[in-house]
Nanobody, 116 residues
């Protein structure tokens, strides 16, 4: 199994930046992709970005140009760099790992609050 821990959230003013981290432990060799999502109260979970084991990245149109996903394999950590933050970005941000054999793992989430 895989254990994921998000960190890096907090309170930031509009226009500022944050870098979220997703640290993976356990059966990390089985991970085929890690994705970032966010979910605000009363809203559906929104997919944001994906990075595969082949280092292929993709981003949602809603955050393309502002958010970027990357990873540090030596640290078993995936990052979400968030720039030009807006109040609408306020949400709980989650990372999820997809295993090679169809399994799925989620972190506990980290709160991002953007003030105007």
């Amino acid at each position: 199994q895989v254990h994921l821990v998000e960190s890096g959230g907090g309170l930031v003013q509009a226009g500022g930046s944050l870098r979220l981290s997703c640290a993976a432990s356990g059966g990390v060799f089985s991970i085929s992709a890690i994705e970032w999502y966010r979910q605000a109260p009363g809203k559906q979970r929104e997919w944001l970005a994906r990075i595969t084991s082949d280092d292929i990245t993709s981003n949602a149109d809603s955050v393309k140009g502002r958010f970027a996903i990357s990873r540090d394999n030596a640290k078993n950590t995936v990052y979400l760099q968030m720039n030009s933050l807006k109040p609408e970005d306020t949400s709980v941000y989650y990372c999820a790992a997809r295993g090679d054999y169809g399994d799925e793992y989620w972190g506990q989430g980290t709160q991002v609050t953007v003030s105007s």
